[in-house]
C-alpha cells in the first residue's frame, strides 16, 4: 500500500501542492473553509483548468456544506485537507464527532436542513466516512 509523504505534498506533474487549514469550529469558519477551497482552486486553475466549468462551484458547495456539518454537528475544531488527484480533486474534512453523517428527511416547515448530504453524494464520485477514537474524516472526490 502506498503512503503519502508527511505535510504539504506537491502534485509532481503540475506542482500544486495539497492544502491544509485549520479551524476552530465557529460558524464563520464555514466561510473560511470555503475561502481556503477557492484559494486553492486559484492555484490550481493555474495549471490545470477544470473540464467542466461547473467543477468549480461543486467543489466549493460541497466544501461549504461539509463545514457547515462540522460546526453544526461535531462542535470543536475542524480541519480541512485539499489535493489533486490524477482526475479530481479529493477533500478531506476533519472533525470531533465520533458519528457518521446519515441522511435526513427533508422538511421544508421546520426551516429546511436534511439536503446537505444527499447533494454531497450527488456531486461527488465518492464519499467514505472513517471513524476514528477521537472524531471523523469525511473524504470525497471530485471531477476536475
Known amino acids: ?37 477557492e484559494e486553492f482552486l486559484d492555484d490550481l486553475a493555474r495549471s490545470s483548468l477544470p473540464t467542466a466549468p461547473e467543477h468549480w462551484d461543486d467543489i466549493l458547495l460541497v466544501v461549504t456544506e461539509l463545514a457547515a456539518n462540522a460546526v453544526q454537528y461535531a462542535p470543536g475544531p475542524f480541519v480541512l485537507r485539499m489535493r489533486r488527484t490524477f482526475d479530481g480533486v479529493h477533500v478531506t474534512m476533519s472533525d470531533t464527532s465520533t458519528t457518521a453523517p446519515a441522511p435526513r428527511p427533508f422538511h421544508p416547515s421546520s426551516g429546511g436542513g436534511g439536503i446537505g448530504w444527499h447533494l454531497i453524494h450527488t456531486l461527488c464520485d465518492q464519499v467514505s466516512v472513517v471513524v476514528k477514537e477521537n472524531g471523523k474524516d469525511v473524504h470525497v472526490f471530485l471531477p476536475w
Not at 4 to 17: N, Q, S, V
Request: glycine share 10%; aromatic share 2%.
Open 1 to 37: 500500500m502506498a503512503t503519502e509523504p508527511p505535510g504539504d505534498d506537491t502534485l509532481a506533474t503540475e506542482g500544486i501542492p495539497s492544502r491544509t487549514a485549520h479551524f476552530t469550529g465557529e460558524l464563520h469558519h464555514v466561510t473560511g473553509a470555503r475561502l481556503a477551497a
